[in-house]
């Protein structure tokens, strides 16, 4: 099991950036998929973006496509989510999740077992 703890939320304007950061420990981190999901008031959890253990693959929700990265640091145990040009639509928590690698399913929350609490994201107009 890994224990992860997500930071790096606040309220910004249209069009601005910030970066999540997502601090693992426990088990190996490299055994592990990481995925940033997202869930906005009254909706359901989405997927945003996953890289692979090696952080040689991303992949990401079409709505975010071109303006979040998904990016790891295994000799640190984290994962960010770079988040430019932000609208507000993007306004969630955003969690991030861990899954053991090896399941070849990146967008779906079946494939997580590990979450962290949450850390809101809020984007005025």
């Known amino acids: 099991q890994v224990q992860l703890v997500e930071s790096g939320g606040g309220l910004v304007q249209a069009g601005g950036s910030l970066r999540l950061s997502c601090a693992a420990s426990?088990?190996?981190?490299?055994?592990?998929?990481m995925g940033w999901f997202r869930q906005a008031s009254g909706k359901e959890r989405e997927s945003v973006a996953a890289?692979?253990?090696?952080?040689?693959?991303?992949y990401y929700t079409n709505s975010v496509k071109g303006r979040f990265t998904i990016s790891r640091d295994n000799a640190k145990n984290m994962v960010y989510l770079q988040m430019n040009s932000l609208k507000t639509e993007d306004t969630a928590v955003y969690y991030c999740?861990?899954?053991?690698?090896?399941?070849?399913?990146?967008?779906?929350?079946?494939?997580?077992?590990?979450w962290g609490q949450g850390t809101q994201v809020t984007v005025s107009s």
């Open positions: 890289i692979t253990w090696n952080g040689g693959s991303a």
């Open positions: 999740a861990a899954g053991l690698r090896g399941r070849g399913i990146y967008l779906e929350k079946r494939s997580y077992e590990n």
């Open positions: 426990g088990r190996t981190f490299s055994d592990y998929t």
